[in-house]
């Protein structure tokens, strides 16, 4: 399997079970495109912790539990668990609230994106788009000596931390079950209304994660990875990959009925084609800088790698952050303060991919 999983072919199976997994799930109760999305679920795990109070996204995702686990479990029996951390952990922090905000203003991850275009939603070539400038733009800064610094290796206790607050939330979800016509249960928050009310039943979204998430670790599965090294390398390996899961979600799309080809009514979507350019220009450009899209932060942090935790982490807290400011769109569009994190954000990183590099031009 090892072999196979990192083979041309091994990636583009990979990429075909993401996509129709994620039609699957979106078919069992996931909001429309939105069977699998890193960011949009990280988001709703921020509400549903209580960490903003927007009443619609509150709902702590089993998928993003599944994915670190699953990552984990392979990691683990193919030794490739190795504990790391001590690269440049508050910039990692920083550069994963960015890319937040970013996702936020165009309404989902480099994983929703594909899905959203798999679904016929044609805002996402804006974002897509947008996506690939960001990561161009981190190549440059790649090719001109960019680099956060070495990772180190650490104790094993410390690679256990990430999956271990995982399987915490899980516990959580399990004792505190959403009780109905209630907006919170226990400790936790629920939506009553809006996407995070709407969701695949937990057990076959959790096992749906896991199986993602030790296909992708072992297959090295990427979204920014696949767009850095087409253009640096022209290399197609990771790419293959993406294309699949495009490919296997509309097939799978057309089959449940769920392919609506155009521009308006797209379930969380808007229409603002600038701002959903350069929401995932901020987006790709903080992966870029960051060393991987969202998906595979999480499967890193399932490794053990604890600044890939910092980012996912970073994710969560810029998730709450742009939800209580009012930075985050909605279907209406994208916000005055969404927009002007967006210009600071880009600022921010074109800063850390200027300064952070080891040698001058």
């Given at each position: ?17 993401i ?8 078919k ?54 190795k ?16 890319a ?38 981190g ?9 956060l ?17 995982m ?19 226990g ?53 293959s ?49 960051a ?13 053990g ?37 967006t210009?600071?954000?880009?600022i ?14």
């Amino acid at each position: 399997m090892k072999n196979f999983l990192a083979s041309r072919r091994g990636i583009i199976f990979v990429g075909g079970v993401i996509g129709i997994l994620a039609a699957f799930l979106q078919k069992l109760g996931n909001p429309g495109n939105m069977g699998i999305c890193v960011a949009c679920f990280e988001r709703d795990i921020a509400g549903g912790l209580g960490l903003h109070r927007a009443p619609i996204v509150q709902y702590v995702r089993p998928e993003i539990i599944g994915l670190v686990l699953g990552a984990f479990i392979a990691a683990y029996l193919f030794k490739e668990f190795k504990p790391r951390s001590g690269s440049a952990p508050l910039v990692r922090f920083i550069l994963g609230a960015f890319a937040m905000i970013g996702a936020l203003v165009f309404l989902g991850c480099p994983w929703r994106a594909l899905l959203r275009l798999a679904g016929g939603d044609g805002n996402a070539i804006l974002g897509l788009l947008g996506l690939t400038v960001g990561v161009w733009i981190g190549t440059i800064f790649l090719k001109n000596g960019y680099t956060l610094g070495r990772t180190q290796k650490t104790y094993k206790a410390a690679g256990f931390v990430f999956p271990l607050l995982m399987v915490g939330l899980l516990v959580a979800v399990l004792l505190n079950p959403q009780v109905e016509g209630a907006e919170k249960s226990g400790i936790l928050f629920y939506s009553l209304e809006g996407p995070g009310s709407m969701h695949a039943p937990l057990i076959i979204s959790l096992l749906f994660a896991i199986v993602i998430g030790f296909l992708a670790q072992r297959s090295r599965f990427c979204t920014m990875g696949a767009v850095r090294d087409l253009i640096l390398f022209k290399h197609t390996h990771l790419f293959s990959g993406v294309v699949s899961l495009v490919v296997a979600a509309f097939i799978t799309n057309i089959i449940f009925k769920q392919f609506n080809p155009g521009f308006s009514g797209q379930p969380v979507a808007h229409t603002m084609h600038l701002w959903n350019f350069a929401g995932m220009v901020l987006a790709g450009l903080a992966f870029a800088l960051a060393g991987g899209c969202p998906g595979r932060q999480l499967f890193l942090a399932g490794e053990g790698d604890g600044d890939a935790a910092i980012f996912a982490l970073g994710m969560i807290i810029g998730a709450a952050f742009a939800h209580n400011f009012g930075l985050a769109s909605s279907t209406a569009g994208a916000t005055p303060a969404g927009m002007v994190a967006t210009v600071i954000g880009l600022i921010v990183c074109m800063l850390i991919g200027l300064t952070m590099r080891e040698k001058v031009v």
